[in-house]
């Protein structure tokens, strides 16, 4: 029985903790560790990828989409990031020790352990999933645009974060193997917003029907036009909060309600920061999309932006409550549920904003008369 492409890569993956474990026992030197380290976990994989991969569908060489490799090769190092999250958990030892304190100390950090949990198990099965669906001729573009933005996200706080923050001072050579975890989804991002897009096929009397209806009576709509408006505010509120906004307001909350904002690691103030200068821009749009009939976009858009709200709130999240994160900047006992809340519906919105979307998409589809679609049904 032939083994699926996403076995093969499922397969190839598992090898990633043998050989973290081998250079964390054998590579003793810091030099050797930061050159080879890197190419193996990274170059190998690719090279294995490429070949196993072509072997299988070589008589499909001419249609095979360049993100395959990508997420081939991501997948390998999910599992790199789950055995260090393992790790520094106590669940395992022996793998990272070296690399960690040598290489990448930053990743010992809260917010990088979690980090490493969502690609290791969530990012991991996406690839796994889209692999397959490429593979049967299925659209996977739902699940890339997710992924896209998660990625992107991670990316754009963690490296600041890393440079700005407390282990800034203990920069590396292997540090800078983070640098393609940010071109390639930047590159897979713009594949897939430029490629084309498979609209549902809506009668235009349908579409006609819900597009004259005003945002006042349509009830989900508006009660999410006031979520992503509850949205922009907290994001412009915690933005002014680590500029040290001098506000009682603001003081109180960074002291009594979430004091993980003022962590010397830097990733959380970084993160609000992108919330403020990035996301707020793109809440702004989605109540424009909201009350705008034919705005296409907005399917494509919706779900980047819930896959990178997803991630940073997971590594805000669980930052603020690992043990890994001093406790004087940890979620206060008596405030923990006011901020779980506040944190679950900032990330809740922009994900059922993007299902409302996809699954009753008529608002957002470009006018067509009448007549056009009863032609397309007699035609088909």
């Given amino acids: 029985m032939e083994l699926p492409v996403e076995g093969c890569v499922f397969l190839l993956s598992l090898i990633s903790p043998a050989v973290l474990y081998a250079l964390n026992k054998v590579v003793k030197e810091p030099v050797m560790m930061l050159t080879l380290g890197p190419a193996v976990l990274y170059i190998v994989p690719y090279i294995m990828s490429f070949l196993v991969l072509n072997l299988l569908s070589l008589q499909y060489w001419e249609d095979i989409d360049p993100l395959l490799y990508v997420f081939a090769v991501f997948s390998f190092t999910c599992l790199v990031g789950l055995t260090n999250a393992l790790e520094q958990d106590g669940f395992i030892s022996g793998y990272m020790g070296f690399y960690l304190k040598k290489g990448e100390p930053h990743l010992s950090a809260a917010y990088a352990v979690m980090m490493n949990y969502w690609e290791g198990v969530l990012h991991f099965l996406l690839f796994l999933i889209m692999i397959h669906r490429m593979f049967r001729g299925k659209s996977y573009r739902s699940m890339a645009l ?113 004091p993980y904002l003022k962590d010397p690691v830097a990733f959380p103030r970084i993160t609000m920061l992108v919330y403020l200068f990035y996301a707020l821009p793109l809440l702004a749009a989605f109540i424009y999309g909201l009350s705008t009939p034919g705005c296409s976009w907005m399917l494509d858009w919706t779900t980047f932006f819930a896959g990178a709200i997803a991630q940073t709130q997971w590594c805000h999240i669980g930052g603020s409550l690992h043990s890994r994160t001093p406790f004087t900047y940890r979620v206060p006992a008596d405030k923990w549920l006011t ?32 007549g056009q679609t009863n032609e397309e049904k007699k035609n088909n």
């Fill in 339 to 370: 901020v779980m809340i506040l944190n679950g519906l900032f990330v809740a919105t922009p994900i059922i904003l993007a299902f409302r979307c996809r699954l009753s998409s008529a608002f957002f589809m470009p006018a067509v008369t009448k």
């Fill in 146 to 258: 997710f992924w896209a933005g998660s990625s992107i996200a991670h990316q754009i706080v963690f490296l600041p974060g890393v440079f700005i923050g407390k282990y800034g001072s203990n920069i590396g050579p292997a540090f800078w193997r983070n640098i393609p975890f940010l071109l390639l989804p930047i590159w897979g991002a713009f594949l897939l917003f430029s490629g084309s897009r498979e609209l549902p096929i809506i009668p235009a009397d349908k579409v006609a029907s819900v597009q004259s209806r005003s945002l006042l009576y349509r009830p989900v709509d508006l009660f999410l036009s006031l979520l992503l408006l509850a949205a922009m505010a907290f994001s412009v509120f915690r933005g002014v909060v680590v500029l040290d906004c001098p506000l009682d307001t603001c003081f109180n909350y960074i002291y009594q309600y979430e």
